[in-house]
Structures are given as structure tokens and as C-alpha cells.
């Protein structure tokens, strides 16, 4: 049972444009959600994440918005680059342990 | 930020051998570490919670004999796939979280991955 879903599952942006990557959960005891970024033949690095007490957590140009009542949170890439061209996860962490549960990811193409 | 080191990158090993992936916390301790397993365009599938002292955990479907994990101190934790298999042949990753003791939360920092192909 998948029990975080993110789409789009590929997205191609034009440069400077804006990403956005979707994610929904069904655990209401998740209590903590971080994006990671993912290139290719390298381990996932931590982007930005945000607990349920907030609405909207900005770092840069990346920007999470959370949903408490609908259960979903998104990612939002301003001014997007060539250079963030790369696989993004979404992932939901329990309130008891540190264990993550990942979303399917994104594949993300910014094209100059 | 923290660091966590893999090792090897990439290994290339026989069908029927053993191979030992490490996974280091360079700056910081951590009584727990995850092994993940990854395949092409998939996301990362959870195989094992490492915890230091003591058995890992190991998810559903997952065979402890095969994937043998130890934690042996604060820093390392090994995972080595016994009697290799070309199915075997996948990305692993490991993360680990800094502190001490179970109740501690934090994030958790990932390695950079293992590459392994079995022939």
C-alpha cells in the first residue's frame, strides 16, 4: 500500500518557469515532510521540508505548501534551471521513530 | 551539514560471491541507519532499519539471510548481500540519523549509494 502519492510522475519546464510536484498522504500520524533531491547514481539530498503546524515554508527559490485538511503538500521551483533538472521525492515521516515513507518521485527536465 | 559515506560506489561482483557495502557517519553518531534498495526510475523501497547493538529490523519480503546488516558501532553499519544473484543487481543506499538513543528525532542524512551489478 502506497501511502504517499506524488505526481506528476515526469514534468519538463522551460527555464525560468515554475515547477510544481504534488504530493498526498493518507497517515494522519505523519508529522514531518521533506523533499529530496535525487541525481542520477547519487543519493538523495535533503531540499527543504516542513512540519503540519505551518502552511507554507520557503527556502530560496523552493517553496513547500501544506494542506493539513486535504492531507497534501506540494513543491514549488521558482525561476527554475537547467541545474535542477533531476529526480524529486516527497516523503512522510511518523510521529513515533525516524523511519520515511517515500512518494514515487518525479523526474524533472528544465529545458534552456 | 552531515555527512554520510558509502562505500563502494559501484561493485562488480560473480554470482554466488558475497559483497560488503559500509556506510559511515563521518560527523556525527547515530543508533539508527536505514538500507535502501533502488531500482531504475523507482523510488527508494526500504529494506532494513539498522539498529547499533542490536538485530536490524528488516521490512516485509525481505530476506535476513541474504542481506546481513550490522551495526557494530555508533558510526558504521554494514550490509553484505550473501550468494549474489544477477536479480540482486540494484542501487543501495543507506541514511543514518544523528543522536543517541531511540526517542531522538531528527533528519535523516542519506550516502551517496552503491552501485552493484552481479554477473
Known amino acids: 500500500q502506497q501511502q504517499v502519492k506524488q505526481s506528476p510522475q515526469s514534468l519538463i519546464v522551460q527555464k525560468g518557469g515554475i515547477s510544481i510536484i504534488n504530493c498526498a498522504y493518507e497517515?494522519?500520524?505523519?508529522?514531518?515532510f521533506p523533499w529530496y533531491q535525487q541525481f542520477p547514481g547519487k543519493g538523495p539530498a535533503l531540499l527543504i521540508a516542513i512540519r503540519p503546524d505551518v502552511s507554507e515554508k520557503k527556502e530560496g527559490r523552493f517553496t513547500i505548501s501544506f494542506n493539513k485538511s486535504a492531507k497534501q503538500f506540494s513543491l514549488h521551483i521558482m525561476d527554475s534551471q537547467p541545474g535542477d533538472s533531476a529526480t524529486y521525492f516527497c516523503?512522510?515521516?511518523?510521529?513515533?521513530?525516524?523511519?520515511?515513507?517515500f512518494g514515487g518521485g518525479t523526474r524533472l527536465m528544465v529545458k534552456p | 551539514g552531515a555527512v554520510v559515506s558509502q562505500h563502494p560506489s559501484r561493485v562488480i561482483c560473480k554470482s554466488g560471491t558475497s559483497v560488503k557495502i559500509e556506510c559511515r557517519s563521518l560527523?556525527?553518531?547515530?543508533?539508527?541507519m536505514f538500507w535502501y534498495r533502488q531500482f531504475p526510475k523507482q523510488s527508494l523501497m526500504l529494506m532494513a532499519t539498522?539498529?547499533?547493538?542490536?538485530?536490524?529490523?528488516?521490512e516485509q519480503g525481505v530476506e535476513k539471510d541474504k542481506f546481513l546488516i550490522n551495526h557494530a558501532s555508533l558510526t558504521l553499519s554494514t550490509l553484505t548481500v550473501t550468494s549474489a544473484h544477477p536479480e540482486d543487481s540494484s542501487f543501495y543506499i543507506c541514511?543514518?540519523?544523528?543522536?543517541?538513543?531511540?526517542?531522538?528525532?531528527?533528519?535523516?542524512?542519506f550516502g551517496q549509494g552503491t552501485r552493484l551489478t552481479v554477473v
Open positions: 539498522s539498529n547499533e547493538g542490536s538485530k536490524a529490523t528488516y
Open positions: 560527523d556525527f553518531q547515530a543508533t539508527t
Open positions: 497517515n494522519t500520524a505523519f508529522d514531518y
Open positions: 516523503a512522510a515521516r511518523g510521529n513515533a521513530g525516524n523511519m520515511l515513507t
Open positions: 541514511s543514518a540519523v544523528p543522536g543517541q538513543g531511540r526517542g531522538v528525532r531528527t533528519e535523516a542524512f
